[in-house]
């Protein structure tokens, strides 16, 4: 299986701030990397998808990028709603496994 | 509108068995992937196996491999995850995904609101 780190696994920052996480991977994934917002009691949200696309809906203020096995979300000038937990997953190869999250509060 | 709707919150003691279900809407069921991902308290996700309802067609996570059975009714656009016989360690919050694509890359992008299985004596 390939395994995911992230880090930090957790993040203080304040609104208007600008974050950056970072997501590695335990071998060259391309840039086969998802990532995910989870907020407590709501389902899981796909925020980028080929390490750099923006989903359809996602406010640009999300960004990814990397390839191989150094990746990083940005998210500029944070907002209220923007606290919440981030994953990383690889969808290189099966198990596609997920990163172990980065909590993001204030 | 895509949505995929699961089942509630289910009870159980140790060594029952357990099956929820996973309703898919606003889309053709039978051709895309659903996937199953773990959360267990306090914990991130884990990817467990997923499923293409057309013709059932399973891979799973060697983690989850003999521990749970993934399956598909495409006729009444639903998935499902079951154990025969359930342990306290598989308490914790199920989430079905659709798998999205776009070209070569793939993503869970429609997301269940999870099903919460809590087992205990």
């Known amino acids: 299986d390939i395994q995911m780190t992230q880090s930090p696994s957790s993040l203080s920052a304040s609104v208007g701030d600008r974050v950056t996480i970072t997501c590695r991977a335990s071998q060259s994934i391309s840039t086969f990397l998802n990532w995910y917002q989870l907020k407590a009691g709501k389902a899981p949200k796909l925020l980028i998808y080929a390490a750099s696309s923006l989903q359809s809906g996602v406010p640009s203020r999300f960004s990814g990028s990397g390839s191989g096995t150094d990746f990083t979300l940005t998210i500029r000038s944070l907002q209220p709603e923007d606290f919440a937990t981030y994953y990383c997953q690889q969808s290189y190869s099966t198990p596609r496994t997920f990163g172990p999250g980065t909590k993001l509060d204030i | 509108e895509v949505q995929l709707v699961q089942s509630g919150a289910e009870v159980k003691k140790p060594g029952e068995s357990l099956k929820i279900s996973c309703k898919g809407s606003?889309?053709?069921?039978?051709?895309?992937?659903i996937g199953w991902v773990r959360q267990m308290p306090g914990k991130g996700l884990e990817w467990m196996g997923i499923i293409y309802p057309g013709d059932s067609d399973t891979r799973y996570s060697p983690s989850f491999q003999g521990q749970v059975t993934i399956s598909a009714d495409k006729s009444i656009s639903t998935a499902f995850l079951q154990w025969s016989s359930l342990k306290a360690s598989d308490t914790a919050m199920y989430y079905c995904a659709r798998r999205g694509f776009d070209s070569k890359w793939y993503y869970f992008d429609y997301w269940g609101q999870g099903s919460l299985v809590t087992v205990s004596s």
């Open positions: 606003g889309y053709r069921f039978a051709t895309y992937w």
